[in-house]
T-cell receptor, first 116, second 115 residues
Framework: NAGVTQTPKFQVLKTGQSMTLQCAQD?????MYWYRQDPGMGLRLIYY???????DKGEVPNGYNVSRLNKREFSLRLESAAPSQTSVYFC???????????????FGSGTRLTVV | ELKVEQNPLFLSMQEGKNYTIYCNYS?????LYWYRQDPGKSLESLFV?????AVKQEGRLMASLDTKARLSTLHITAAVHDLSATYFC???????????????FGKGTKLSVKP
């Protein structure tokens, strides 16, 4: 059981270049999320997808687009990268009803993106 | 504006000591999560608290939730070096409803346990 898989793990872009971050989950979760993490800022929600075929903006959507390709996959695209988008990006998915304990949201291992 | 505030943001402890991390949030929520993050790693789920008065314990960590006060605590008992990490609390605002709730994170508490 792989959980949430993100690719790539590391990426360096030049300002103005584009790229797509890939995320896939194998837990049959309906909801998927993209967060960015910056030092001292916690994690901030970029976009989310409550179910296949729907996407919505989060707290910091500017400069990003997303695609929920199917139930498993949720991609994040930077059309024209800027230095302010240097960050660590986490994809997550969630189950319908958290059962308590540790449950609810599962995070990928992250993508470290540097824009120069 | 929805806020999730943790304090302290930095905590340096000696091994064997006890301490508490606090998480206050500004909106109605009945789901609160605690995560641990080691440097350069992803987030590891520690606890999910689903109701007022909920208390969960695992090892040297105990988490509690008071939804009326909009406060959660993460208590560390007899700290050991292996607990050094950054701890995040996160809430799901109640008005999002159901399974589509989005986690709103605090800024994290960086814990350093020294011998």
């Amino acid at each position: 059981n792989a959980g949430v898989t993100q690719t790539p793990k590391f990426q360096v872009l030049k300002t103005g270049q584009s790229m797509t971050l890939q995320c896939a989950q194998d837990m049959n979760h309906n909801s998927m999320y993209w967060y960015r993490q910056d030092p001292g800022m916690g994690l901030r929600l970029i976009y989310y997808s409550a179910s296949e075929g729907t996407t919505d903006k989060g707290e910091v959507p500017n400069g990003y687009n997303v695609s929920r390709l199917n139930k498993r996959e949720f991609s994040l695209r930077l059309e024209s990268a800027a230095p302010s988008q240097t960050s660590v990006y986490f994809c997550a998915s969630s189950e319908a009803s958290p059962r308590g304990g540790r449950g609810g949201y599962t995070f990928g291992s992250g993508t470290r993106l540097t824009v120069v | 504006e929805l806020k999730v505030e943790q304090n302290p943001l930095f905590l340096s402890m000696q091994e064997g000591k006890n301490y508490t991390i606090y998480c206050n949030y500004s909106t109605t929520s009945d789901r609160l999560y605690w995560y641990r993050q080691d440097p350069g790693k992803s987030l590891e789920s520690l606890f999910v608290l689903l109701s007022n008065g909920a208390v969960k314990q695992e090892g040297r960590l105990m988490a509690s939730l008071d939804t009326k006060a909009r406060l959660s605590t993460l208590h560390i008992t007899a700290a050991v070096h292996d607990l050094s990490a950054t701890y995040f609390c996160a809430v799901v605002p109640k008005n999002y409803g159901g399974s589509q709730g989005n986690l709103i994170f605090g800024k994290g508490t960086k814990l350093s346990v020294k011998p």
